[in-house]
């Protein structure tokens, strides 16, 4: 014997001639879809024939319950319209699509590029995790050579009377070599090695002339001009590409606030603010472009191998009695595996948000700093102290995901927040597809730690076919989250707990309308702001050799010049000396300068020059 059927609902109908009391209620009846329009009505009608009906919270006006929403608009989620949803796209996603439109990708094939995109996302933490350590790898060969070339045993190797201050030619020099070895490493880090070994070897060896090493550090200068002028990089473009995208999201913002205030808005700011909560997920991609933009990339894929194999061709035109110790990798020929050297170059670090796993720690340079006498000055004071705690706790570590991990996590948790506080306030499905899309990212990061080895070509392989993988999940989860997988009752009512929050609701409107104008706006912003201004600001501070490395031009000069300028003055003045007044220094070092010196630094640099005025004070006749 079977059980009773359920009764066919009816159409619920609208504007009608029949009354309704609560003798006779508004009928139970479906409207087969669900709209805030058409569920707006429905609870007009049932309010206005029965104020007590069960379908009505509170004796709210338009106030339907969960339950009832199920009843009238049914479980399954309802298509957005097609200009709603074009609409949405244009105005929160495709500003983000123009910044991952301009992020560099080595021209090394076609596979690569498509790698480089299906990796930045797919996988935010390890691409930004791939970027970060190529920084940090090109600051470790920077402070290198920077302290090696400032000894004492370097510094008649570095004079030249065409440059305007000895500082000025050392940093010349430094640049160049970090910038060659940091070259070698697209081949592997051990390549970098070899050929930081090979240099240093030649400028310190006792069985080289002063000369030969002159001549060496010059063909190193010319070869780190060509690498320079090689290096493509886009800081203006993305520096507009971004102004344009704060001020899209600023206009939005705008256009949302004025459309839903008309009298008939056809746009819901509750749905507007969902989806710009599903835009900040992607605001990792800001820092993002702009590591990628400072680091640059090669015009062509032959660029680099021929102007370090033409590197190698003056070394031994020039020293002809040398044995060459130079990597060879860089040639077009096959590796040791019998695989091509191009291979060789995209898994082992020629790919730089695709970097190796294993880290090589840095090497303390060729002797300690010359620093000779140092004047007594007073301990730092208090601002200094907390000063260096503050740099020691943002220090970031070399080849860390945790400085990634928190670059991706602010925008899921502003995304979170934004979604939180839209009505009905509270943890609904959106949170949850929020948090499912940065879980995707946080699996794919962890699979990059799967140990095939430094060179292993199966991990190109699995790496891509991964992050395209994932790439597909998250933006089909971002697409069907546009098309209206959330239009539905248990995502307006906090699965049931709460009335549909109707936007057309007079308390909801209020508190949306309100929102949307200030603290919606204000979470979003905050939130740029870190991506914008304090993490990139953390890793100028921190990598800022690196970065003169990768944006030095080949005329010798810096494409951030007025940036390296601040820096530099920064680091040749300590603290104490502004409290304690250039004329303390002065004091305690008029013996070793000539009058009129001017002002004085009491950095290693500093005193090296003093040392070097008063050497030729006593050389003098």
């Keep these: 014997m079977s059980g009773a059927s359920e009764p066919t609902l009816i159409a619920c109908p609208l504007n009608t001639n029949v009354s309704y009391d609560c003798q006779n209620p508004y009928p139970n009846c479906t409207t087969s879809y669900f709209g805030f329009d058409i569920l707006y009505a429905v609870g007009q009608e049932i309010y206005n024939a029965c104020p007590t009906d069960w379908r009505i919270v509170n004796q709210q006006p338009e106030a339907i319950s969960g339950q009832a929403c199920k009843q009238i608009a049914g479980n399954s989620w309802t298509y957005y319209s097609a200009a709603d949803i074009w609409g949405r796209l244009t105005t929160w996603k495709f500003p983000l699509l123009q910044l991952v439109a301009i992020f560099p990708k080595p021209p090394l094939s076609s ?8 990796r930045l996302l797919g996988n935010p933490v390890g691409t930004l995790r791939g970027l970060l350590l190529k920084l940090a790898t090109c600051q470790d060969r920077a402070e290198f050579w920077k302290h090696t ?23 010349r020099k430094w640049k ?8 070698y490493d697209e081949w592997g880090q051990d390549k970098g090695d070899a050929a930081r070994d090979f240099l240093l070897e030649r400028l310190t060896s006792p069985d080289v002339l002063d000369q030969e090493k002159i001549e060496l550090l010059d063909i190193c200068q010319k070869t780190g001009n060509a690498l320079a002028a090689d290096r493509t990089t886009k800081s203006l473009p993305v520096i507009v590409a971004q102004c344009f995208f704060i001020g899209t999201v600023g206009i939005a913002f705008g256009r949302t606030e ?16 969902h989806s710009i909560a599903f835009t900040t997920l992607y605001f990792w991609i800001i820092p993002a472009v702009f590591l990628a933009s400072i680091i640059g990339v090669s015009q062509t894929e032959n660029a680099i191998p021929r102007i370090l194999q033409r590197f190698r061709t003056d070394i031994f035109h020039a020293f002809q009695d040398w044995e060459t110790a130079l990597p060879n990798d860089h040639l077009p020929v096959e590796d040791g595996e019998g695989r091509p050297a191009d291979e060789l170059r995209q898994r082992s670090g020629g790919i730089y948000s695709f970097q190796p796993n294993t880290i090589s720690p840095p090497v303390p340079p060729a ?81 990059d730690y799967i140990p095939w080895g430094e060179h292993h070509l199966q991990r190109f392989r699995f790496t891509f076919t991964k992050d395209a993988l994932v790439t597909v999940a998250t933006m089909g989860g971002i697409i069907v989250t546009q098309v ?20 057309g609701l007079v308390y909801v409107e209020g508190i949306l309308v309100h929102r949307i104008s200030t603290v919606y706006p204000a979470i979003a912003f905050l939130c740029i702001g870190l991506e914008l201004v304090v993490f990139p600001a953390l890793i100028l501070a921190q990598y800022s050799e690196a970065i003169r490395v990768f944006m030095q031009r080949d005329d010798n000069a810096s494409n951030m010049q007025v940036w390296h300028s601040v820096l530099d003055g920064w680091e040749r003045k300590d603290w104490s000396c502004w409290r304690m007044g250039w004329r303390k220094i002065w004091v305690g070092t008029k013996d070793a300068v000539r009058p009129g010196l001017g002002r004085m630094r009491t950095n290693s640099y500093s005193v090296g020059l003093l040392q070097r005025i008063s050497t030729s004070r006593e050389d003098d006749p």
């Design 111 to 118: 596979k690569v590029e498509a790698f480089v995109i299906c």
């Design 149 to 171: 070339l400032e000894g004492s045993q370097f510094r008649r190797l570095v004079e030249d009377s065409r440059a305007r201050s000895r500082y000025t030619n050392v940093t």
């Design 176 to 183: 160049a070599l970090a910038i060659i070895t940091d070259s």
């Design 258 to 273: 004025s459309a839903a205030e008309t009298i008939n808005p056809t746009t819901y700011i509750n749905i507007e603010a």
């Design 367 to 447: 002797e300690p700093l010359d620093t000779g006498y140092v004047p007594q000055l007073r301990s730092p004071n208090l601002f200094k102290r907390v000063w260096d705690s503050l740099v020691r706790l943002v220090t970031l570590r070399k080849g860390s995901p945790v400085f990634p991990l928190v670059i991706v996590a602010a925008g899921t948790v502003t995304g979170c927040l934004i979604s939180y506080l839209v009505p009905p306030v509270g943890f609904d499905c959106r949170n949850i597809g929020e948090i499912l899309i940065y879980e995707a990212w946080l699996v794919s990061a962890v699979f």
């Design 484 to 503: 209206g997988i959330f239009h539905r009752c248990d995502c307006y009512t906090n699965w049931g707990k709460t009335v549909v929050a109707l936007p």
